[in-house]
Structure formats: structure tokens, C-alpha cells
């Protein structure tokens, strides 16, 4: 806790910062020993394809990076403790956005991991457009729901 | 052999990313809303976040663009396209519509559904139904690269 008092009077999120440099070094390991970008979007959606399809092609590395996701928390409480977490939404909201946000992401080719990150990481113009236009509507979106509708 | 490292590495790749969402608190629905949210209590934590994976990730990219393979021998698959089309823009016009609606991108949602919460794993199912129904519609063909 001591180390989260100094991160208020400086002012730096530390660990935002260090948890942004640890989704980096994932990127890094996946796109130079894999040769694949992190686009968590792109992996699931393969999936769902694949499975649809009948076609295995890709589904092993996919589903293995799916798995190491899935099971992050069940080895980082071996060692620290989970952050709390507050999902505010509604059930009812909550499906409505799973499925923009499962039907958009696949038709604009990425999510905040392959347009935001990988994207900008390497200046590509379309993950330029794309994240500005979903910050756009996230910007927008909450606007809505918090100041306008109530 | 290579195949079971290539497993390996992408296994240890989703974990690191799953790491790296819970240290920042991306996990956190209302840590990412207070983001979205200009007019409320501004939380700039998820550009601080943004701002460390894209420098780390941009030394990669770096790197491998000097590499015709990845260190496993693969070939390196960069999405080529630089077209800003109608699809782009509508996609992310959406998916940015989910997101503030929820608070939950892809990475985080599968993480707290990892993690057994309730409502990720409503928002997870209503997501695969979401890229069901993009499939189903006749669009998956057409979408070679991913991310």
C-alpha cells in the first residue's frame, strides 16, 4: 500500500505503467518467437470461424493463447492478490455490448489489443483511424449513459 | 518439438498479457469507465497503460521488421493492408460502443471470466455470439488479417 501513496504524489500511475510494459512483453514474445500479433479479438474470432468452418488450421496456438489468458488470475493469486473489480453494467447491458463489441471488433479487424496496441506499436494508419474512432464512441457511449440518459 | 515450444510461447503469451491487464487494473470495468468518462472523474491510467505497451511493443516491431522469420523459424504475419474502409470505421464505431457501454474490451473480459465472474462470462458468451453472428453474416471470408 506504502507504494501506491507514493504513486498519488508523484503523480505517475506505476503500476498502470508497469502493467502496460507487462501487455508490451507479451506482444514482444508472441510477435518475435510466433510471429503473430496479440490481437486478442483477431485470436478469439479465429476460433469461432475455425469452429464454424470445420477447419483446425491455427486453432492449436490460438487456443493455447486463449488458455494462458483464461488462466491468469488462477496463477497470480498463487503469488499477489487480484485487484478488486467493480462490473457496474447490467446484465441486460452487458449482452448488448458483448455483442457490439464481439460483432464490431471482427468487422473492424481489432480491439484495444491489435488496432490500440500492436496497431499503433508499429504506426500502421488503419489502427490509427480505428482507435481513435472506437475511443470516439467510448467517449461518446459513456457520455450517454452517465450524463445525458441517467 | 517446435510445435509444442510454439504452443508453449503463445500459452506464456496469453498468460504475460493476462498479468500485465491485472497489474495496470485494466481487469477493472470501472477503472477503464472512468476513463471514457470526461465529464465525470477523469482516470487517465488506461493512456498510461496504453502508453507502456505501445513503446515495448514498438522496439518488437522494430526488430522484426529486420526479420524475414520469428525466432521459431515462422513466418512474421504483419498485417499488410493500409486501407481505411467503410468496414474499419463501422467495426470500431461499434466495438467502441460496446466497450463504454460495458467497461470490457476482449482481453479483460476473458481474464475475469478466467477468473469465474458471473457477469464477464455473460459478456464473454455475448461476445462469441457477436463474432457468431459476423460470421454468419457472411463477412468472416472477406477478413484475412486479425487482430
Known sequence: ???????????????????????????????????????????????????????????????????????????????????????????????????LVGFGTRLGSGCTSGHGVCGMARLSPRSIVATLMFMSTGFAAVYLLRHVIV | MRKLIVLLTALISGLVFGFGLILSGMVNPAIVLAFLDIAGQWNPSLLWVMGGAVAVSAVAFFIARRRSTSFLGLPVNVPASRVIDKRLLLGSFLFGAGWGTAGFCPGPALVMAGAGSEKAILFVIAMLAGMLLFEIAGHGRKSGVAS
Open chain 1, 1 to 99: 500500500m506504502n507504494i501506491e501513496q507514493t504513486i498519488t504524489e508523484i503523480d505517475i500511475p506505476w503500476l498502470a505503467l508497469a502493467g502496460g510494459m507487462l501487455i508490451g512483453l507479451a506482444t514482444t514474445l508472441f510477435l518475435l518467437a510466433n510471429g503473430r500479433i496479440a490481437g486478442i479479438s483477431g485470436i478469439v474470432g479465429g476460433i469461432v470461424s475455425g469452429l464454424l468452418h470445420l477447419s483446425w488450421r491455427d486453432l492449436d496456438w490460438r487456443l493455447a493463447f486463449i488458455a494462458g489468458l483464461i488462466v491468469s488470475t488462477l496463477v497470480w493469486r498463487q503469488f499477489f492478490s487480484l485487484p478488486d473489480v467493480q462490473i457496474q453494467a447490467s446484465d441486460m447491458m452487458l449482452v448488448v455490448a458483448g455483442v
